[in-house]
């Protein structure tokens, strides 16, 4: 005997569950005494729509993966913070020749001091279609392109440090993939800003330590988006500070997805960034696999 599923009842504001809700706003608003100018602030601005949206988004998540979760061990290394973002844009310009960097100067000067939730600062990061411009211009598909720019970064990685890649002539648009929800995300920040580079509201690992990468993929919701290699390795070069010892949490790339050939389940890990043997080290991982000592990247769009 089968079970139907159960129909699923949607609330509005009318339902009870809505009214409550709407209580307590109502409540919320008069205790707060507002002006009309200031209650039409409220009205006019992203950040309220944006925060409903995120609080929406997070009572939909679901336990998926709950029990891939382990305390982390380890933080953030002595000496790291995050730079400023023209500092950041400096470093880039110096690795990246080429690039335009105008808009993302003036961005700068106005971006605003509070920061999405769970976020540490702002992060610049190159466009995929700016540094295809640059340094591969044949190159019109833009999976390949990604791939090329993700081989790149390593290799000025490999340059600034000691380096070691163990996949090394296996990042191909074959194997490696940009997840199409962070993708999306991703792209709808870089149409809304102009130029080469692109400044977003980020953290590096902290806020999921310890949660495997698939667990952090059903945690991640909203306007958030899980970065990739390409992204991440940027980060590395502009944040030389963030791996630089054993005892430390280290990167997964959220964002990606790697295809093992040798595995029935395709697609099933995701790129990592670690520092072991004096060494920062490129590779991939399991994403059903939590660890102590890994922690997934991403970011925000600047409110």
Same mark, same amino acid.
């Given at each position: ?123 610049? @990061?190159? #466009? ?9 211009? %044949?190159?019109? /598909? =833009?999976?390949?392109?990604?791939? !090329? ?93 963030? @791996?630089? #010892? ?9 964002? %990606?997805?790697? /295809? =093992?050939?040798?595995?029935?389940? !395709? ?37």
């Amino acid at each position: 005997m089968t079970t139907s599923p159960k129909a699923v009842t949607f609330v509005t504001a009318d339902h009870d569950k809505g009214q409550h809700a709407v209580g307590i706003f109502r409540a919320r608003l008069n205790d707060a005494k507002l002006s009309e100018e200031e209650m039409q602030r409220v009205n006019d601005s992203s950040v309220f729509a944006a925060g409903l949206d995120e609080l929406f988004a997070k009572a939909r998540v679901l336990n998926d993966f709950a029990g891939e979760e382990v305390k982390p061990a380890y933080g953030y290394p002595n000496g790291y913070a995050i730079r400023t973002v023209p500092q950041q844009i400096a470093t880039l310009l110096e690795i990246f020749p080429g690039l335009d960097a105008t808009q993302a100067l003036e961005l700068a000067k106005r971006l605003p001091k509070k920061l999405p939730y769970g976020t540490e600062g702002y992060f610049a @990061l190159p #466009k995929v279609s700016a540094i295809a411009r640059i340094f591969f211009a %044949d190159v019109e /598909d =833009e999976a390949e392109q990604y791939v !090329r720019a993700v081989n790149l970064i390593l290799d000025k990685i490999a340059e600034q440090r000691s380096f070691h890649n163990y996949r090394s002539g296996q990042i191909t648009k074959e194997r490696l993939r940009q997840r199409v929800k962070d993708r999306e995300k991703l792209l709808a920040v870089e149409a809304s800003q102009p130029g080469d580079i692109i400044v977003i509201a980020g953290q590096f690992g902290q806020k999921y330590g310890g949660k495997s990468v698939r667990r952090v993929r059903v945690l991640i919701t909203g306007t958030e988006f899980g970065l990739g290699a390409f992204h991440v390795g940027c980060m590395v070069l502009t944040h030389p500070k963030r @791996l630089q #010892k054993r005892e430390e949490l280290d990167l997964d790339c959220p964002g %990606d997805e790697f /295809d =093992e050939s040798d595995s029935d389940d !395709r697609f099933a890990r995701a790129p990592v960034f670690r520092y072991l043997d004096d060494k920062v080290k490129f590779g991939t991982i399991v994403v059903s696999r939590a660890r102590d000592y890994y922690g997934s990247v991403s970011g925000f769009p600047p409110q």
